[in-house]
């Protein structure tokens, strides 16, 4: 089993930058394919970005793609989520999480096996 950390939420204004990371502990990361998802009160947990093995593969989500960055560093054990051009439809609780077994559907929250407990982010307008 893996735990998965998540932080470095908080409030920021309209047109600021975040930058999240999530940590493992238990074994590393380096086969899985790590995601992160976020979810608003009152909506359904959303695609953000996924991140491949080697960190060779990158995916958005529509409505972040160009203002996020997904990465990963294996020997920190690590994946961040650098989030800019931020904007109050971005409040969200955003969580981590980890594919052991990727098979090829990195947008769907089913797929992955581990997930960590949330961190908060709030844009203020």
């Known amino acids: 089993q893996v735990q998965l950390v998540e932080s470095g939420g908080g409030l920021v204004q309209a047109g600021g930058s975040l930058r999240l990371s999530c940590a493992a502990v238990?074994?590393?990361?380096?086969?899985?394919?790590m995601g992160w998802f976020r979810q608003a009160p009152g909506k359904e947990r959303e695609f953000v970005a996924a991140?491949?093995?080697?960190?060779?593969?990158?995916y958005y989500g529509d409505s972040v793609k160009g203002r996020f960055i997904i990465s990963r560093n294996n020997a920190r054990n690590t994946v961040y989520l650098q989030m800019n051009s931020l904007t109050p439809e971005d409040t969200a609780v955003y969580y981590c999480?980890?594919?052991?077994?990727?098979?090829?559907?990195?947008?769907?929250?089913?797929?992955?096996?581990?997930w960590g407990q949330g961190t908060q982010v709030t844009v203020s307008s």
């Open positions: 999480a980890a594919d052991e077994h990727y098979r090829g559907r990195y947008y769907i929250p089913n797929e992955y096996e581990y």
């Open positions: 238990g074994r590393p990361l380096t086969n899985d394919y």
């Open positions: 991140i491949s093995w080697s960190g060779g593969y990158t």
